[in-house]
């Protein structure tokens, strides 16, 4: 199995009902591992000017499934894809560190 992460580019707001039905549904088959809005945050860098904000990426949702094509299956009822709008689908490489349980 592999993570994924859909980024909701800016978009009309959807229904909360169709949110409620749409996170039921991946939470129903066992793929959801989380998910929000994005509030207002900051660009850093250590040294030098930063870039702005991305401010067009407004939440996102985590998911588990084995791959892209699983991924994108999945994206049918997503208020933000249903309106026509964007979402960006990345897999989330495996953390490097301590074995997990």
Known sequence: MADFIYLMHEAQPADP????A???ELSAKGVLRGGSAI???MCLRKGGAP??????IVGYVRIEVEDMAAAE???????VY????????????RAIGPAQD
């Open 17 to 20: 009902a169709a949110w409620e």
């Open 73 to 79: 299956a999945l994206l049918a009822g997503n208020p």
């Open 39 to 41: 509030g207002r945050g």
């Open 22 to 24: 749409y996170v039921g």
């Open 82 to 93: 249903e309106a026509g709008g964007v979402i960006e689908v990345r897999e989330l490489p």
């Open 51 to 56: 870039p702005p904000i991305s401010s067009h």
